[in-house]
C-alpha cells in the first residue's frame, strides 16, 4: 500500500529554474527520504530527513519536514536537464525497522 | 564496491514457467528488500531480510512467489508458476540495519510473461 503522496504527479520547468515537489504521508514516521529514478533505471537515494528535523540540505537539494502536518517538500534549486527524473519519498514508520514505503512519485521534466 | 548486482536485465518468459531473479546486495549491508514497481501500483514492498532471515513476506503476492536468502551475499526471488500480471519490473536493494540509512538500489530485472 502507498504510504505518501506526492504532489504534483508532473512538473514540466525550464532549465534553471527552481522545482518544488511535495509528499504527504499517513502514520507517524521516523524518518523520510527522498529518492531520484531516472527512466529505466534503480532509485538513487538523495537525502534522509528525521522526525526531529525541520529542514535539511544537500547541494542544489532542500527537504523540509512538518511531521504536525505529516507532509515534506523536495525543492531543487537551479534546475538542469540532467535532473529529469521521477522523485519519490519514501517514510520508515515508527516501530518500523528499517522497512520503506515509496509514495506515487513526481515526474520532473526540466527542458533547455 | 559495484553496487547492488541484479540478473538478469530482462527475462521474457512464457506463462507457466518458473522465473528466477537473482541479488547480489552491497558487502556489509545486512538489510536485504524486494521491490516490484508497476505502472498501477508504483513500488510495492514484497519481502525483507535482515542478517539473511526473512522479517516481513506480508507484500508476497500470493504462494506463487517464494523468495530466499541463503547468505549474506545472496538473495532469489522465484516465481512459479508465473503470470503475464507478474509482468514488472522487480527490484533488489540493500541497506545497513537500523532505521537511519538510505537504500541502495539495483538496476532491476524488467520481467515480461506472456
Known amino acids: 500500500s502507498q504510504q505518501g503522496e506526492e504532489d504534483p504527479q508532473a512538473l514540466s520547468i525550464q532549465e534553471g529554474e527552481n522545482a518544488t515537489m511535495n509528499c504527504s504521508y499517513k502514520?507517524?514516521?521516523?524518518?523520510l527520504q527522498w529518492y531520484r529514478q531516472n527512466s529505466g533505471r534503480g532509485l538513487v537515494h538523495l537525502i534522509l530527513i528525521r522526525s526531529n528535523e525541520r529542514e535539511k540540505h544537500s547541494g542544489r537539494l532542500r527537504v523540509t519536514l512538518d511531521t504536525s502536518k505529516k507532509s515534506s517538500s523536495l525543492l531543487i534549486t537551479a534546475s538542469r536537464a540532467a535532473d529529469t527524473a521521477s522523485y519519490f519519498c519514501a517514510t520508515v514508520p515508527t516501530g518500523g525497522g528499517n522497512k520503506l514505503t515509496f509514495g506515487t512519485g513526481t515526474q520532473l521534466k526540466v527542458e533547455l | 564496491d559495484a553496487g547492488v548486482i541484479q540478473s538478469p536485465r530482462h527475462e521474457v518468459t512464457e506463462m507457466g514457467q518458473e522465473v528466477t531473479l537473482r541479488c547480489k546486495p552491497i558487502?556489509?549491508?545486512?538489510?536485504l528488500f524486494w521491490y516490484r514497481q508497476t505502472m498501477m501500483r508504483g513500488l510495492e514492498l514484497l519481502i525483507y531480510f535482515n542478517n539473511n532471515v526473512p522479517i516481513d513476506d506480508s507484500g508476497m503476492p500470493e504462494d506463487r512467489f517464494s523468495a530466499k536468502m541463503p547468505n549474506a551475499s545472496f538473495s532469489t526471488l522465484k516465481i512459479q508458476p508465473s503470470e503475464p500480471r507478474d509482468s514488472a519490473v522487480y527490484f533488489c536493494a540493500s541497506s545497513q540495519s537500523g532505521e537511519a540509512y538510505g537504500y541502495t538500489f539495483g538496476s532491476g530485472t524488467r520481467l515480461t510473461v506472456v
Open positions: 558487502s556489509g549491508h545486512n538489510s
Open positions: 502514520t507517524s514516521i521516523n524518518n
